[in-house]
């Protein structure tokens, strides 16, 4: 008796894991990614004083976002019943050749991915700059996640 109710454990704990490990690789891992379409917009000299990164969804929390730093920015036309917006900003930077150059967008089982890097030109006019860019994708309802390179 003992010996088939240890059996029947160690089989119940099988099954188990394998649903889960089942459930993560298809429903949630970040693989089998696809481009997804997606564009870049300006929305000016921002003086964010660290790099941020944030996602925006509706109309309502882009423009509160952009009317708490009270600096004039530009609203680039976004439609937020169709697509999502991500800004990515680097932050105070010592020279007007950096920006954040996007590599890529993608789909993923789980979520969107985002892939980013800094990038910088030598020999640029060493001044305070504040890079910063908005992504704008189609909206997935699916996570959104940034990635440097």
Known sequence: MGLD??????????TGFSAAWLAYTEGYAPSGGR???????AVGRLQLPRA???FFHERSDFDGFLDDLHVA??????????????LIA???????????NVLRVEEQRGRVLVLVR??????????VSYPSVVVVLRE?????????R
């Open 5 to 14: 109710r240890l059996r029947l454990l160690v089989a119940v704990a099988l």
């Open 35 to 41: 481009p997804l379409g997606w564009r870049t917009t």
């Open 52 to 54: 941020t990164t944030a």
């Open 73 to 86: 920015a530009v609203r680039p036309r976004i439609d937020f019943g169709r697509d999502a917006a991500v």
């Open 90 to 100: 680097l932050g105070p930077r010592s020279s007007t050749g950096i920006a954040v």
């Open 118 to 127: 800094e990038q910088s030109v030598p020999g640029a006019a060493a001044v």
């Open 140 to 148: 997935t309802g699916k996570p959104i996640a940034v990635e440097w």
